[in-house]
């Protein structure tokens, strides 16, 4: 993998071979691509590569990606493999940007809402490094405030996990489809079905150029 970003990690109070044995399972369910020696283990996924290396009575974690996107995506499955043990295990990673946005987040705002029939709506947000969601699956997950309150975004705790907001603070997350985009990552047009009763709907009548959205 040219090019690729990397994060380490300790697995200090992990066996060697329970490890080896939970992210061969996690290879074999999605039937992915693993290779496996006697003190090495490796696993290529969507996002990246995730290899273990067993250092004395614990494990050395590594994780390659083609960019912070998609490593934050692999340090996720991490957390989530980690958290099926019966004792729990942190991953002492090499570097976590406390408090700050997860990279897979990106912050936009309103540009316009055009009434495109009577059932849906075109929104265009603007913002920077949107192009992203113009590749893959073209899905995302809108992040909007509850009741035109201030969002409050996600932020990376100190052991490196994605902590969301709760209460009045919790984000209504639907998913959506990107409609069009800008290659340079300036704008991007999704379409929403319009119905009564549906969150997204009354925020998009509510809803006025530079809102605030997230996009995920």
């Not at 020696?37 to 390659?64: C, H, P, W, Y």
Request: with cysteine; net charge negative; aromatic share 8%.
């Amino acid at each position: 993998m040219t090019n690729a970003v990397v994060t380490k990690a300790a697995l200090l109070d992990l066996e060697p071979r329970a490890g080896f044995v939970l992210f061969r399972d996690l290879g074999r369910q999605l039937e992915l691509q693993m290779a496996e020696a006697e003190t090495d283990f490796s696993v290529m996924t969507a996002n990246g590569e995730i290899s273990l290396q067993v250092k004395g009575s614990a494990i050395d974690l590594a994780l390659r990606a083609q960019n912070d996107v998609r490593l934050h995506a692999l340090k996720q499955v991490v957390f989530a493999l980690l958290a099926r043990l019966d004792q729990p295990v942190v991953p002492n990673w090499d570097h976590i940007a406390t408090g700050s946005l997860p990279p897979n987040l990106a912050v936009a705002h309103v540009a316009t809402i055009s009434w495109i029939s009577p059932h849906f709506s075109r929104v265009r947000v603007v913002g920077q490094g949107l192009q992203r969601f113009g590749d893959g699956g073209l899905h995302f997950r809108l992040q909007l405030a509850q009741n035109g309150r201030t969002p409050v975004w996600p932020r990376i705790a100190p052991v490196g996990r994605t902590v969301w907001p709760e209460g009045d603070d919790a984000l209504h997350r639907p998913v959506y489809t990107t409609r069009a985009f800008d290659p340079a990552g300036e704008w991007l047009d999704f379409d929403i079905f319009l119905h009564d009763g549906a969150r997204v709907t009354d925020w998009t009548y509510a809803a006025v150029a530079c809102d605030p959205v997230g996009l995920m």
